[in-house]
């Protein structure tokens, strides 16, 4: 089956910095690679996704890159704001997903 | 648009008790799904439904969990009896997409299991 590895854990930035997270993933055949945002005792939120046919996706302040070659894509916020912080899971699968461990992203005012 | 509807929102229960999980998904959506998201780790899919067919329950633990989607709409997550391990927050998740295909997962509130 699918594995998904994610990384950092953490991540400080300081407000208006960039943030970049990054995953890896194990099957070949998984086309389809969402990014949840999860904040304390919420249930998890879509904040952007790209299939396999697509290198680079972005949506305002956030981006996501695809490189099906190694497997792996990050997703990219720039301009951070405090309320941006929560965890952030990345997601791979073909049919059902298998979702990363999760960074939690701290932004400091 | 009304969204995945979770019941109960927090459960707590002796081991070796069962308990119940009640999901209505987002109404036309064809395939849902059924997560565990124990505390400070990504979800783990537990079963996935299309209609009212299993199409993954590979990581179900089956001689404790059952899972049933009833008229292809609702769907009942059971675990008899249950462990410590367990404690967890339970997702139910809905996707319009057919065919089976990975798409947009809409989660509800979850369900948090506390096994004592």
């Known amino acids: 089956g699918e594995n998904v590895e994610q990384h950092p854990s953490t991540l400080s930035v300081q407000e208006g910095d960039s943030a970049v997270i990054k995953c890896t993933y194990s099957d070949s055949a998984s086309n389809y690679f969402p990014w949840y945002k999860q904040e304390l005792g919420k249930r998890p939120q879509l904040i952007i996704d790209?299939?396999?046919?697509?290198g680079e996706k972005k949506d305002q302040r956030i981006a996501v890159t695809l490189n099906k070659t190694a497997k792996h894509f990050s997703l990219h916020i720039t301009e951070t704001q405090p309320e941006d912080s929560a965890v952030y899971f990345c997601a791979a699968g073909r049919r059902a997903l298998t979702f990363g461990s999760g960074t939690r992203l701290q932004v400091q005012p | 648009e009304a969204g995945v509807a979770q019941s109960p929102r927090y459960k707590i229960i002796e081991k070796r008790q069962s308990v119940a999980f009640w999901c209505n998904p987002i109404?036309?959506?064809?395939?849902l799904y059924w997560y565990q998201q124990i505390l400070g780790q990504g979800p783990k899919l537990l079963i996935q439904?299309?209609?009212?067919?299993?199409?993954?329950d590979s990581q179900l633990p089956k001689d404790r969990f059952s899972a049933e989607r009833l008229k292809g709409v609702d769907s009942t997550l059971k675990i008899q009896p249950a462990k410590l391990e367990d404690s967890a927050v339970y997702l139910c998740?809905?996707?319009?997409?057919?065919?089976?295909?990975?798409?947009?997962?809409?989660f509800g509130e979850g369900s948090r299991l506390t096994v004592l």
């Open positions: 998740a809905s996707s319009p997409t057919g065919g089976g295909g990975a798409g947009e997962l809409f």
């Open positions: 439904f299309q209609n009212n067919g299993v199409v993954d």
């Open positions: 109404s036309g959506h064809a395939t």
């Open positions: 790209i299939r396999s046919n697509v």
